[in-house]
């Protein structure tokens, strides 16, 4: 059976970008460029996507494009006879499911937001009444459900529909809409009266603020939010490289997924940081910026109403940029080891991401436990920990090491492979980086990571 191929190059890079553009971008991105010095943080924060998401990202391709495969059977395609490389073909799988555990709900989040925000729920509304609406959506499972329902009912419809006529097109549309409703949103903060604070805030280098979060933690966390951005590690992307053709070269195409990806992340605190500094809330709140600050500004300046909904509506489409692309490789895989056709892998893989998906939702109510704390407090963050922490970066390295090592696929194939078509190249002299020094920073992460969350236990 010939493989489904993507109908156009745009369609290839807005599928790829939509995937690394999620939710991570819009608020987390934003508030640690805040902590870290502005200017400063987003500097290196530019280096390292260079240096480190760039080349893994070409390499997830390139396994993807020159296997013809879903990420469960790539390695079996490139591997070297009794090699074990395939066993990580699995765990992309496994990575994928984990992912969609929570991120169905946090999705759910964003469209119960866009709903009670278009519909007025919040206008004219106080800080405490926006506070409360947050934490009774947590403690109803029932609202919370609904939305994961509606979540990966709609993900699963635009997959079985098709690449090209249900992926594909669903995608192009809503990515067009998600950077013009952007620009909308960014010009909108630019006329607030703390758009000038706000944005030097975000874009002027402020080395003394830098210094007081800490040199070296500005650095990680940049280095941090390079790498996690672009969902390397779990065969999200791999998956896009075996749709596209050899027309063009997978550095110069993965260059233009970073552009965008960084695109929305610059975007989102453009939009963010002016509305902080015109109703003097605090930009490093993290996830309650998006749920309690962001409603309670819009509750109370002119046409709130409009542009919340706008907001949430943005929100809600760069969340499920990720759920389409992610269950496209999950359904993918599927098809490939069982042999299911498309809308057979559909029907049963909404039955299973719905049921995975209940742990998440129970977890901020029934099943609320203090044992979890120490990941953070909830089901969530203990799910959230394992792809980010564990999953993402380990993953990362196996991809990393396939393409550079002699007993994997090695140097010379990734390098043919990438290089195959018009654009950017991968050089010679750049084995020596990819292959000695990369890993070690990807294992440094990885290490950095796993103290950072249990250093409280040393």
């Given at each position: 059976?010939?493989?489904?191929?993507?109908?156009?190059?745009l369609?290839f890079?807005?599928?790829?970008?939509?995937?690394?553009i999620?939710?991570?971008?819009v608020w987390?991105?934003?508030?640690?460029?805040?902590?870290?010095?502005?200017?400063?943080?987003?500097?290196?924060?530019?280096i390292?996507?260079?240096?480190?998401?760039?080349?893994?990202?070409?390499?997830?391709?390139?396994?993807?494009?020159a296997?013809?495969?879903?990420?469960?059977k790539?390695?079996?395609?490139?591997?070297?006879?009794?090699?074990?490389?395939?066993?990580?073909?699995?765990?992309?799988?496994?990575?994928?499911?984990?992912?969609?555990?929570?991120?169905?709900?946090?999705?759910?989040w964003?469209?119960?937001y866009?709903?009670?925000?278009?519909?007025?729920?919040?206008?004219g509304?106080?800080?405490?009444?926006?506070?409360?609406?947050?934490?009774?959506?947590?403690?109803?499972?029932?609202?919370?459900?609904?939305?994961?329902?509606?979540?990966?009912?709609?993900?699963i419809?635009?997959?079985?529909?098709?690449?090209?006529?249900?992926?594909?097109?669903?995608t192009?549309?809503?990515?067009?809409?998600?950077?013009?409703?952007?620009?909308?949103?960014?010009?909108?903060?630019?006329?607030?009266?703390?758009?000038?604070?706000?944005?030097?805030?975000?874009?002027?280098?402020?080395?003394?603020?830098?210094?007081?979060?800490?040199?070296?933690?500005?650095?990680?966390?940049?280095?941090?939010?390079?790498?996690?951005?672009?969902?390397?590690?779990i065969?999200?992307?791999?998956?896009?490289?075996?749709?596209?053709?050899k027309?063009?070269?997978?550095?110069?195409?993965?260059?233009?997924?970073?552009?965008?990806?960084?695109?929305?992340?610059?975007?989102?605190?453009?939009?963010?940081?002016?509305?902080?500094?015109?109703?003097?809330?605090?930009?490093?709140?993290?996830?309650?910026?998006?749920?309690?600050?962001?409603?309670?500004?819009?509750?109370n300046?002119?046409?709130?109403?409009?542009?919340?909904?706008?907001?949430?509506?943005?929100?809600?489409?760069?969340?499920?940029?990720?759920?389409?692309a992610?269950?496209?490789?999950?359904?993918?895989?599927?098809?490939?080891?069982?042999?299911?056709?498309?809308?057979?892998?559909?029907?049963?893989?909404?039955?299973?991401?719905?049921?995975l998906?209940?742990?998440?939702?129970?977890?901020?109510?029934?099943?609320?436990?203090?044992?979890f704390?120490?990941?953070?407090?909830?089901?969530?963050?203990?799910?959230?920990?394992l792809?980010?922490?564990?999953?993402?970066?380990?993953?990362?390295?196996?991809?990393?090491?396939?393409?550079?090592s002699?007993?994997?696929?090695?140097?010379?194939?990734?390098?043919?492979?990438?290089?195959?078509?018009?654009?950017?190249?991968?050089?010679?002299?750049?084995?020596?980086?990819?292959?000695?020094?990369?890993?070690?920073?990807?294992?440094?992460?990885?290490?950095?990571?796993i103290?950072?969350?249990?250093?409280?236990?040393?």
């Amino acid at each position: 059976m010939e493989r489904e191929k993507l109908k156009s190059r745009l369609g290839f890079i807005l599928l790829s970008a939509g995937c690394a553009i999620g939710i991570g971008n819009v608020w987390k991105f934003p508030y640690i460029a805040g902590q870290g010095g502005g200017g400063t943080f987003v500097l290196f924060y530019l280096i390292f996507l260079v240096i480190l998401g760039l080349p893994i990202l070409s390499m997830e391709f390139a396994v993807g494009r020159a296997s013809q495969k879903s990420p469960v059977k790539a390695y079996q395609a490139l591997e070297k006879p009794k090699s074990k490389w395939h066993i990580h073909g699995y765990l992309t799988l496994i990575g994928c499911y984990l992912l969609m555990m929570y991120y169905t709900s946090v999705s759910g989040w964003m469209l119960h937001y866009f709903y009670l925000t278009a519909t007025g729920k919040f206008e004219g509304a106080n800080t405490q009444f926006v506070e409360n609406a947050f934490n009774e959506m947590l403690a109803q499972p029932k609202t919370m459900m609904f939305w994961v329902v509606v979540v990966v009912a709609f993900g699963i419809l635009v997959c079985a529909k098709g690449l090209q006529s249900g992926l594909e097109k669903v995608t192009k549309v809503m990515m067009v809409a998600l950077l013009v409703i952007m620009v909308v949103l960014a010009i909108n903060s630019f006329t607030m009266d703390g758009a000038k604070e706000g944005l030097s805030y975000f874009l002027l280098p402020d080395f003394e603020r830098m210094k007081s979060v800490g040199v070296a933690t500005t650095l990680v966390s940049a280095m941090n939010q390079a790498f996690f951005t672009l969902s390397l590690g779990i065969g999200a992307m791999a998956i896009f490289g075996s749709y596209i053709d050899k027309k063009h070269t997978l550095l110069g195409e993965s260059a233009r997924v970073v552009v965008l990806d960084t695109f929305v992340a610059i975007s989102a605190g453009l939009i963010i940081f002016p509305a902080c500094f015109t109703y003097n809330v605090d930009q490093t709140s993290g996830t309650k910026l998006i749920f309690i600050t962001l409603p309670n500004i819009f509750a109370n300046m002119p046409m709130g109403r409009v542009w919340g909904s706008i907001f949430f509506l943005f929100m809600s489409f760069a969340a499920l940029s990720t759920i389409f692309a992610v269950f496209e490789n999950i359904i993918c895989c599927v098809m490939e080891l069982t042999g299911m056709s498309r809308l057979k892998s559909s029907i049963f893989n909404f039955v299973l991401i719905t049921l995975l998906s209940v742990p998440c939702v129970l977890g901020f109510n029934i099943w609320a436990w203090d044992g979890f704390k120490i990941f953070g407090g909830t089901v969530m963050d203990l799910e959230d920990f394992l792809v980010s922490n564990i999953f993402l970066p380990l993953g990362s390295l196996i991809y990393l090491l396939f393409c550079v090592s002699k007993k994997g696929w090695g140097w010379k194939n990734y390098m043919k492979e990438a290089n195959t078509g018009k654009g950017l190249k991968v050089k010679n002299w750049m084995r020596f980086y990819l292959t000695y020094i990369l890993p070690l920073i990807v294992i440094f992460i990885f290490a950095f990571g796993i103290y950072d969350k249990f250093k409280t236990l040393f």
